[in-house]
């Protein structure tokens, strides 16, 4: 990313203008890049404050959308680019708004 740190989220996706800008070296291992849009799946030993400032930490380094999502409590935060966190209590979909349209991603199987 560009402060310099190597993530790697449950699942990202990144611009195809900014892939294809990068060299072929660029595109191996951790690409040189902070993606466009990121999700984070919380798993039982996932510390919640832990994944909290690392989606800040996408958002810092120009994340456009971020999902956290949380099975334990059945919710997920919703992380935008200049703007506060919102909280979605138990939501059956989520959009990928303006940076992915079209995409609707299901949770009922997240939730069952």
Request: charged content about 25%.
């Amino acid at each position: 990313m560009p402060n310099g740190a190597n993530r790697s989220p449950d699942a990202a996706w990144v611009r195809q203008d900014r892939w294809t800008a990068l060299s072929a070296d660029q595109r191996e291992g951790f690409v040189p890049l902070c993606p466009d849009f990121v999700i984070e799946l919380r798993s039982k030993t996932d510390k919640l404050k832990v994944l909290q400032a690392k989606m800040q930490e996408y958002l810092d380094n120009g994340t456009q959308l971020g999902w956290l999502i949380d099975p334990t409590h059945e919710q997920v935060a919703v992380y935008r680019a200049g703007q506060a966190v919102e909280v979605l209590k138990r939501p059956m979909t989520l959009s990928g708004e303006a940076v992915l349209p079209g995409f609707t991603l299901s949770l009922k199987r997240i939730w069952a």
